[in-house]
């Protein structure tokens, strides 16, 4: 009995790799005799280095770069190449890296993310995928391209107003190291960069938009975009993965002539599940919430698809459901989900005990669960 275990991070809670080592555990305890093969998996955004890392048996690496705030903070990235490196935005520019009461868009750059790449580039080297997901900032990539080296023209000073330095930005000169370097951007959303289904219509209220403020984000964004593509490279902001990671699949294309890739695509492969998959009999996912966005460029969906092309069965177990487990079940493709969260539990208590709820939820389930097989 071969047992794929490849869940994604339930954020807040459990990472990717903790989540899998939980899974396996408590099958080890109920069926002593399954092949379990732990390959978690992410999209690019928060835990990917770390997941990549255990795949392919290499160290993570650490730059001090600055934060959102613009603090120091030790960024992580692996060398996947002589000349190829793989980098977590979330690491440097991540909201968790915030408190609460720093989440405020206003007042947060990118610029980290530039300092990071162009780092890794002075050690050599020109090949760089950027994981763009899991970040606290919503500026286009404003402070990314401050920090490649782009020389940006205010018609007045901004200071530390991101909707300011958006707003007012008259003329971008580019840094020589965006021509000089093949860089891919991993995203998870398909969203365009501006509109009612764009960066900030969309994910701005979850990093701390206001709602005051969503059209003044949109039109500063849609300015600094017009600006970029005059000065810099023309992309189409309408393109599916624009918005991702506040804009900065945009700037990515823009600056870099960065192609957007599937995050969570590129880590299946890279990871050994696309080939894993076809000698498993059984695959076991899971991630925080499954709900109506699951489908849509989410870690599980690929795995789902790839083990049913291989006529896999696949069982999710989740921290939430939105809705009736059997019917979205049905819907995704699933063989079958299992909740985490017992009904009368808040979210936050689950939270905080995730690892023992996780090993309940498989233990008591394992009937079920392995009735697919």
């Known amino acids: 009995m071969n047992i794929l275990v490849a869940p994604g991070s339930f954020k807040g809670s459990l990472t990717a790799v903790r989540a899998a080592e939980v899974i396996v555990a408590t099958i080890a305890e109920m069926e002593p005799a399954a092949r379990c093969i732990q390959l978690p998996q992410a999209d690019g955004g928060d835990g990917t280095v770390e997941v990549l890392a255990r795949a392919l048996r290499t160290r993570i690496r650490h730059t001090t770069v600055h934060d959102p705030m613009g603090r120091p903070v030790k960024a992580s990235w692996l060398k996947l190449s002589k000349h190829r490196a793989l ?111 764009g960066a900030t219509v969309v994910y701005g209220p979850q990093k701390g938009v206001i709602p005051a403020q969503l059209d003044a984000f949109d039109r500063a964004i849609a300015h600094f975009a017009g600006i970029v593509r005059r000065d810099v490279r023309h992309v189409n902001t309408g393109a599916p993965g624009m918005g991702a990671a506040g804009g900065l699949g945009f700037a990515c294309a823009a600056f870099c ?90 979210v936050e208590e689950g939270m905080r005990d995730a690892e023992t709820l996780l090993a309940v939820a498989v233990r008591d389930s394992w009937p079920r669960i392995s009735s697919a097989l």
């Open 87 to 197: 980098i977590e935005s979330a690491s440097c520019i991540g909201w968790r890296l915030l408190s609460e009461e720093e989440r405020r868009p206003s007042r947060l750059r990118s610029t980290g993310l530039g300092r990071l790449v162009a780092e890794i580039a002075e050690q050599g080297y020109t090949d760089i995928v950027i994981g763009l997901g899991g970040t606290a900032t919503n500026d286009a990539g404003l402070g990314f391209a401050e920090g490649l080296g782009c020389m940006l023209e205010y018609e007045r000073e901004p200071g530390t107003d991101v909707l300011q330095a958006m707003r007012t930005v008259r003329a971008i000169r580019p840094a020589s190291l965006c021509n000089s370097l093949n860089v891919t951007a991993l995203v998870d959303v398909r969203n365009p960069l501006c509109g009612i289904t």
């Open 257 to 346: 002539g960065a192609p957007l890739r599937s995050g969570s695509a590129f880590v299946r492969h890279a990871s050994g599940f696309t080939k894993a998959v076809a000698n498993a009999d059984l695959v076991i996912t899971g991630e925080g919430r499954i709900d109506g966005q699951t489908r849509e460029g989410k870690t599980i969906s690929g795995i789902i698809e790839d083990a049913n092309a291989h006529g896999v069965p696949v069982v999710a177990v989740a921290g939430s459901v939105a809705g009736p487990p059997e019917a979205i079940a049905a819907t995704l493709g699933l063989t079958r989900i299992i909740p985490v969260l017992p009904q009368e539990m808040s």
